[in-house]
């Protein structure tokens, strides 16, 4: 591929982006942001995509944002080039986003795992925001995505002490989807992803959109906005197709339109 720091891959209708900076354990600097959000936007766009894999390697999913690249940045540097702001792009795909976790998730790392839909940790995973260590905190959403998903007792004991997680704690919490061994999480998380691409694309991308309105707005909005999607499904073929398939007791053949 024509990367630098990613691997980029199809297998089916999943696309799969693999961080690819071992000896740094897969930092994030600006390059791997551009490339990851480059890609998954382009797989986003792309018809013949279903779902998405984010993974690393089985050391590190990525141990932060790059401390090298940021060390040396003023305040004017960094609000000026609204440094790292390019992953809230990511948040926005309407395909779904599976992360592949497996050895350690933190900083940047952690906050890129929470920023994907669904979470496959291996049983090495080791979460945290250990920003505080470095005299900064958390700048991709993790103060927010990680206060929402644990509670406020929970992300505050995190980052404020920056104290690692194991992924038994992470699960009981409820940061992670499933917890399945190390080697084995790549390829859960790929049939995770394929599953959710066999599906009707329109319905997948609608559902997402409703369950991340849960994170975003109040109870009777997201109500009101989960009914609009709703209906919306009933405006297409993947509706008329999937419903026609249950009650001629066959499968259903979506045409994602
Ligand atoms: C740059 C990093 C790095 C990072 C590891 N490396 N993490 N380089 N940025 N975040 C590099 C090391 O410098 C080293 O390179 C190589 O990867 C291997 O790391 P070691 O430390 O030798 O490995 P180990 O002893 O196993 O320790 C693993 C570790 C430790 C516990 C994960 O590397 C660590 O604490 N890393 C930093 C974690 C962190 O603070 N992350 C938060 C970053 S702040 P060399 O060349 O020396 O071999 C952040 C802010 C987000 O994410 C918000 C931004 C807007």
Same mark, same amino acid.
């Given at each position: ?13 999943? *696309? ?25 936007? &382009? ?13 690393? !390697? &089985? ?8 401390? =090298?690249?940021?060390?040396? %940045? ?7 080039? #609204? ?19 497996? *050895?350690?998730?933190? *900083? ?20 945290? #925001? ?13 103060? #927010? ?6 509670? %406020? ?36 998380? =790929? ?6 691409? !066999? ?32 209906? !919306? ?25």
């Amino acid at each position: 591929s024509d990367h630098e720091t990613i691997i980029v891959e199809r297998d089916g209708r999943v *696309g799969v982006i693999t961080l690819n900076r071992p000896k740094a354990l897969n930092a994030l600097n600006t390059t791997v942001m551009t490339e990851v959000v480059g890609a998954a936007t &382009e797989f986003d766009k792309d018809p013949g995509i279903g779902a998405i894999v984010i993974t690393g !390697s &089985e050391r590190a999913f990525a141990a932060g944002a790059d401390i =090298k690249e940021m060390s040396s %940045k003023t305040y004017s540097d960094v609000i000026s080039e #609204q440094f790292f702001g390019a992953w809230d792009d990511l948040s926005r795909l309407r395909t779904p986003v599976v992360a592949a976790v497996t *050895g350690y998730a933190l *900083g940047g790392g952690c906050e890129l795992a929470m920023i994907c839909d669904i979470l496959i940790a291996g049983d090495n995973a080791v979460f945290g #925001q250990p920003e505080i260590n470095l005299g900064v905190i958390p700048g991709i959403g993790g103060s #927010q995505r990680l206060t929402r998903a644990v509670g %406020k007792a929970k992300a505050m004991d995190m980052i404020l002490t920056g104290r690692n997680m194991k992924v038994d704690e992470a699960d009981k919490l409820g940061l992670v989807s499933r917890v399945v061994p190390a080697e084995d999480c790549l390829t859960t998380a =790929k049939e995770v992803a394929a599953t959710i691409a !066999s599906k009707s694309f329109i319905a997948a991308s609608l559902a997402k959109d409703a369950v991340n309105r849960a994170f975003e707005s109040a109870l009777a909005e997201g109500i009101r906005a989960e009914r609009a999607l709703f209906y !919306s499904t009933f405006a297409t073929d993947d509706q008329t197709e999937g419903m026609a398939a249950f009650v001629e007791k066959r499968d259903p053949t979506f045409t994602h339109s």
